[in-house]
């Protein structure tokens, strides 16, 4: 069993950053592939970035490329977001997973009770 809990949520305006945090604890923590996905009222929750159990390979929306940066130290994951948009007003949840990071939600078998993140134009 893994528990998830996301921290780092907010406020900001357009161009803004802001770094969310997944501290895990539970089960060995450190093999299991993480991801972030976001979810609004109008949308499924859609992939984010991800990143494997050593941290050596990580993948990225196409919407959030060059923007975004995810990363993993111990018991925790952090998304670093540079030059938010509004478009990126989601609940953020971290993610995990045993194997390989992919990007359909459902096949992780944890995640956290989200973080809101909210971008004014």
């Known amino acids: 069993q893994v528990q998830l809990v996301e921290s780092g949520g907010g406020l900001v305006q357009a161009g803004a950053s802001l770094r969310l945090s997944c501290a895990a604890s539970?089960?060995?923590?450190?093999?299991?592939?993480m991801a972030w996905f976001r979810q609004t009222p109008e949308k499924e929750r859609e992939f984010v970035a991800a990143?494997?159990?050593?941290?050596?390979r990580t993948y990225y929306a196409e919407a959030v490329k060059g923007r975004f940066t995810i990363s993993r130290d111990k018991n925790t994951l952090s998304l670093q977001m540079n030059s938010l948009k509004p478009e990126d007003t989601a609940v953020y949840y971290c993610?995990?997973?045993?194997?390989?990071?992919?990007?359909?939600?459902?096949?992780?078998?944890?995640w956290g009770q989200g973080t809101q993140v909210t971008v004014s134009s």
């Open positions: 993610e995990a997973r045993g194997g390989e990071p992919v990007s359909s939600p459902v096949l992780y078998e944890y």
């Open positions: 539970g089960r060995t923590f450190s093999t299991y592939a």
């Open positions: 990143i494997s159990w050593i941290g050596e």
